[in-house]
């Protein structure tokens, strides 16, 4: 049975002896009417009695669970116990004390939040220092050769070339960084509209063609020439390129490239496949986490934010991306947009 409420318990209690002792009295009146004073006075000193005695149990009561209260939170405040307000029963008080639980929950929960976002900015602050450790290191080492090499104009172009690599590299790092700082911060207002498909991907294959050609690798489109998507071009052209460049980063020469899309009357579907050398298992659940190297991996001079940018524009299209792969036959990433009736 559900236990009654306390305080209805002790209002319970109050009018049993509010009409107990008075109704004996009455009883033992009418058995001795002889001596009704005496009977009466008795009486009410037991009324007064059950009522000051029930009176000092309640609150006595009260004040214990307030007491244990005020220490649950204080030790919560000193980080001595995790959790709230223990409260088996019911009423107003342990209405009160779930609320303080609520509130103990959400400060948790920032807690956890703030906890993480610190990590998370000591972690990006180290991987930067060490990505960035690197090219400045070769930059001194290139700036002393040339200081001494000052009248050997052949050996001058050389680590000017490396030199301008370098700076390229970290230049591409900043400028990485700046854009996941600002999609991570909701600083980017994504400006949509209708674009062609084959234009926006012929477009971003048109950037990498002489490199491609450079390296004897074929890229080619297939796809409904008439297909619109409703997005951002500058930066879906950001997360697509992404993609194409980590493919030709991971092919060799005579591989293929091939970009593809269909649509369906609720999604659009864009797949970026190669021929390449593929990823290994190890690495597929980490692809996308920033500086992310793999062991695996002969790329010596990507910082690990293609994907992962990549990825972070396509959810900020409330899109997805998933990929699939074999070591040795390829790759393939698979973008799927929903199909927006909305500007």
């Avoid at 690197?134 to 001058?156: C, F, K, M, R, S």
């Avoid at 790092?173 to 012929?202: C, F, H, T, W």
């Avoid at 996308?288 to 010596?300: A, I």
């Avoid at 992962?308 to 990929?323: D, M, N």
Wanted: hydrophobic share 40%; proline share 3%; aromatic share 8%.
């Amino acid at each position: 049975m559900r236990p009654l409420l306390e305080h209805k318990v002790f209002f319970l209690r109050l009018l049993l002896c509010l009409t107990v002792f008075p109704a004996l009295a009455a009883i033992l009146v009418s058995l001795s009417p002889q001596n009704p004073l005496p009977i009466f006075l008795a009486s009410s000193f037991c009324v007064d009695g059950a009522v000051l005695g029930l009176c000092w149990r309640y609150l006595k009561m009260r004040d214990k669970a307030l007491e244990d209260a005020a220490l649950q939170v204080e030790n919560y405040i000193l980080d001595q116990r995790k959790g709230g307000i223990e409260c088996q029963e019911e009423g107003i008080m342990c209405h009160l004390f779930h609320q303080v639980n609520s509130l103990v929950a959400i400060a948790d929960a920032h807690t956890d939040s703030e906890r993480q976002a610190r990590e998370f900015l000591r972690d990006t602050i180290s991987d930067i220092s060490h990505q960035l450790r690197t090219p400045i290191a070769a930059l001194n080492i290139y700036n002393g050769i040339l200081q001494q090499e000052a009248d050997d104009a052949a050996a001058v172009r050389e680590f000017a070339d490396l030199t301008e690599q370098e700076l390229d590299r970290m230049e591409s790092l900043v400028q990485s960084l700046l854009k996941m700082a600002r999609l991570d911060a909701g600083a980017i207002v994504l400006e949509r509209g209708p674009e062609n498909i084959y234009e926006l991907l012929a477009h971003i294959t048109q950037q990498y063609f002489f490199r491609a050609r450079q390296e004897g690798k074929e890229m080619d489109l297939e796809g409904d020439h008439q297909s619109v998507l409703i997005c951002d071009r500058v930066w879906l052209t950001e997360a697509i390129g992404n993609l194409v460049k980590n493919a030709l980063d991971h092919t060799a020469r005579g591989d293929h490239i091939l970009i593809r899309w269909r649509q369906s009357p609720c999604l659009t579907q864009i797949t970026v496949e190669d021929t390449g050398s593929g990823i290994h298992q190890e690495d597929l659940y980490h692809i996308f986490k920033r500086f992310y190297r793999s062991r695996f991996s002969k790329d010596t001079q990507g910082v690990g934010l293609g994907l992962p940018l990549a990825k972070s524009i396509i959810e900020a299209h409330q899109g997805s991306i998933e990929v699939h792969s074999q070591l040795g036959r390829g790759t393939v990433f698979t973008i799927h947009f929903p199909i927006m009736t909305k500007l």
